[in-house]
């Protein structure tokens, strides 16, 4: 696009000569300011078409768009060759076949006998001392189990008052039991399924009437009995060496929301905030925590303070300068994505036991002097597409090696990523959440489901635990880790 000012006198001269010097003037002003405009039009249409052109080729193999976002068929072409082999278990492989329970655990056991010979004919007898075990497994028939506490209201003889009789201690008023509050929440939180579909669920398989005001109910009620336990390991997180962190957006009453995760080595903290400000990392890391947070670029975490940045995110930042159609930053990015090859080379042998941990650090030296100067070239460069990155890279440098000054600190935020995926699958299944009580419900439960997760706990027998406790009023059981 050409800098040079449009010529802005085109008064015909048949014209100009009619003109008086105010009129005159007057025109030339107006030809001058039309130009302007001309100008910053086609300035504008360049921007457009910019801006089109990179939110166009972005795919999340350049950006932090997740795979879901892409249709199958744009994905790109399979670098491999189609394999020769057909498709299920190979010839030799080994077998995998569900192992027989011990005879006596079997609920029948069905002798089956020949009672003649199939060559002759003539008739048997007798038993086999290893007969043929063939075992066929069978749901039972579901049935609820109903129990009818009948509360008699006696008078008494002496003054005439009637008294009638309290239901034991953990006897829920409602007509829920705890089993069925927890096996209810865990089919909305995680298995993902809607409130009328739960109800459906328990109403066809399980004989157990519901409705979906009545799934609202069970919701509150396994809240209020898992919220100590939450609030405890929110409690804790400030106190952990070493957390990953990363959030995604979401709904709460139509309005914009984030869920944010946090995770520790041993449990996961969950909470829905209605903004992605730094708020939510000041209420629960606080100014007590003096760890290290792994995650992506997002600037909210920056006043951590110690903090590795995702290589796997950065890697994708790579490929973005690659695709683009500036040649300076396609060369960049591609010394740096085989830089960055190379990073989890050496962080693949050493996390596999091939090289010891001073290998590693030894190895690494090479490839964070190269980083650094690719960096500062790009921070240098003048391009308008490299500088912004290169040079926030650059100052904090430091940033992109934590994972390599400190053990225990993986390169990238996988865990993080991990931990939010199912919140991610739910979120697109229920588009967020109601109200405040819904999303109370949401972060405990996911809370929940995750730290179980981690220290191989059975969520299902943890919640009817936690449900039973908080009807007989009694102290929920930690999720902390030895407790």
Same mark, same amino acid.
């Given at each position: 696009?050409?800098?040079?000012?449009?010529?802005?006198?085109?008064?015909?001269?048949?014209?100009?000569? &009619?003109?008086?010097?105010?009129?005159?003037?007057?025109?030339?002003?107006?030809?001058?300011?039309?130009?302007?405009? +001309?100008?910053?039009?086609?300035?504008?249409?360049?921007? *457009?078409?910019?801006?089109?052109?990179?939110?166009?080729?972005?795919?999340?193999?350049?950006?932090?768009?997740? $795979?879901?976002?892409?249709? $199958?068929?744009?994905?790109?072409?399979?670098?491999?060759?189609?394999?020769? %082999?057909?498709?299920?278990?190979?010839?030799?492989?080994?077998?995998?076949?569900?192992?027989?329970?011990?005879?006596?655990?079997?609920?029948?056991?069905?002798?089956?006998?020949?009672?003649?010979?199939?060559?002759?004919?003539?008739?048997?007898?007798?038993?086999?001392?290893? $007969?043929?075990?063939?075992?066929?497994? &069978?749901?039972?028939?579901?049935?609820?189990? #109903?129990?009818?506490?009948?509360?008699?209201?006696?008078?008494?003889?002496?003054?005439?008052?009637t008294t009638c009789a309290e239901l034991?201690?953990? #006897?829920?008023?409602?007509?829920?039991?705890?089993?069925?509050?927890?096996?209810?929440?865990?089919?909305?939180?995680?298995?993902?399924?809607?409130?009328?579909?739960?109800? &459906?669920?328990?109403?066809?398989?399980?004989?157990?009437?519901?409705?979906?005001?009545? !799934?609202?109910?069970?919701?509150?009620?396994?809240?209020?009995?898992?919220?100590?336990?939450?609030?405890?390991?929110?409690?804790?997180?400030?106190?952990?060496?070493?957390?990953?962190?990363?959030?995604?957006?979401?709904?709460?009453?139509?309005? %914009?929301?984030?869920?944010?995760?946090?995770?520790?080595?041993?449990?996961?903290?969950?909470? *829905?905030?209605?903004?992605?400000?730094?708020t939510a990392v000041d209420e629960l890391? !606080?100014?007590?925590?003096?760890?290290?947070?792994?995650?992506?670029?997002?600037?909210?975490?920056?006043?951590?303070?110690?903090?590795?940045?995702?290589?796997?995110?950065?890697?994708?930042?790579?490929?973005?300068?690659?695709?683009?159609?500036?040649?300076?930053? %396609?060369?960049?990015?591609?010394?740096?994505?085989?830089?960055?090859?190379?990073?989890?080379?050496?962080?693949?042998?050493?996390?596999?036991?091939?090289?010891?941990?001073?290998?590693?650090?030894?190895?690494?030296?090479?490839?964070?002097?190269? #980083?650094?100067?690719?960096?500062?070239?790009?921070? &240098?460069?003048?391009?308008?597409?490299?500088?912004?990155?290169?040079?926030?890279?650059?100052?904090?440098?430091?940033?992109?090696?934590?994972?390599?000054?400190?053990?225990? #600190?993986?390169?990238?935020?996988?865990?993080?990523?991990?931990?939010?995926?199912?919140?991610?699958?739910?979120?697109?299944?229920?588009?967020?959440?109601?109200?405040?009580?819904?999303?109370?419900? *949401?972060? !405990?439960?996911?809370?929940?489901? +995750?730290?179980?997760?981690?220290?191989?706990?059975?969520?299902?027998?943890?919640?009817?635990?936690?449900?039973?406790?908080?009807?007989?009023?009694?102290?929920?059981?930690?999720?902390?880790?030895?407790?």
């Amino acid at each position: 696009m050409s800098s040079a000012k449009p010529n802005v006198t085109v008064i015909p001269p048949e014209l100009d000569a &009619e003109m008086t010097p105010a009129v005159r003037a007057f025109v030339l002003a107006l030809l001058a300011r039309n130009a302007e405009l +001309e100008t910053r039009i086609a300035e504008l249409k360049a921007r *457009v078409e910019e801006l089109q052109r990179q939110v166009k080729g972005k795919t999340p193999q350049n950006s932090s768009l997740p $795979p879901s976002m892409q249709h $199958p068929h744009a994905k790109p072409p399979r670098t491999k060759g189609k394999s020769k %082999k057909k498709r299920g278990g190979q010839p030799g492989h080994p077998k995998h076949a569900r192992p027989l329970i011990p005879t006596e655990q079997c609920n029948d056991v069905k002798p089956l006998k020949p009672t003649e010979c199939r060559r002759c004919g003539e008739k048997l007898s007798g038993n086999d001392p290893e $007969p043929l075990r063939h075992q066929v497994w &069978e749901l039972p028939e579901i049935k609820p189990l #109903v129990t009818e506490y009948q509360r008699h209201r006696l008078v008494c003889s002496c003054c005439g008052e009637t008294t009638c009789a309290e239901l034991p201690p953990g #006897v829920p008023q409602g007509q829920s039991g705890p089993r069925l509050m927890a096996f209810t929440a865990l089919l909305m939180a995680y298995y993902r399924q809607s409130k009328r579909r739960t109800a &459906e669920f328990l109403t066809t398989l399980l004989g157990q009437p519901c409705s979906a005001a009545l !799934t609202v109910k069970m919701q509150t009620q396994v809240t209020a009995a898992a919220r100590a336990a939450y609030e405890e390991l929110a409690a804790k997180l400030p106190t952990e060496e070493h957390i990953n962190a990363d959030e995604t957006a979401t709904k709460e009453e139509n309005g %914009k929301a984030w869920l944010w995760t946090f995770v520790a080595g041993l449990f996961t903290v969950f909470t *829905v905030r209605a903004t992605r400000e730094a708020t939510a990392v000041d209420e629960l890391l !606080t100014d007590a925590f003096c760890g290290i947070v792994t995650c992506d670029r997002a600037k909210m975490y920056w006043r951590v303070g110690r903090i590795q940045w995702c290589w796997a995110h950065l890697k994708r930042d790579f490929q973005a300068l690659i695709d683009r159609g500036d040649p300076q930053a %396609k060369r960049l990015g591609y010394d740096l994505r085989r830089m960055t090859c190379k990073l989890f080379e050496h962080w693949g042998d050493y996390r596999d036991g091939k090289i010891s941990r001073a290998a590693f650090v030894r190895r690494m030296a090479p490839v964070r002097r190269e #980083v650094e100067r690719l960096l500062l070239r790009g921070a &240098e460069s003048g391009n308008k597409s490299l500088v912004g990155m290169c040079r926030e890279l650059h100052e904090h440098r430091d940033w992109l090696w934590t994972f390599v000054r400190e053990e225990g #600190v993986e390169p990238t935020n996988n865990a993080g990523e991990r931990a939010l995926r199912h919140a991610v699958i739910w979120r697109k299944l229920s588009f967020g959440t109601q109200s405040a009580a819904g999303s109370r419900f *949401v972060e !405990t439960m996911l809370t929940v489901i +995750e730290t179980c997760r981690q220290q191989h706990r059975n969520a299902f027998e943890y919640l009817t635990i936690t449900v039973k406790a908080h009807l007989a009023r009694q102290p929920a059981p930690s999720l902390l880790p030895g407790v």
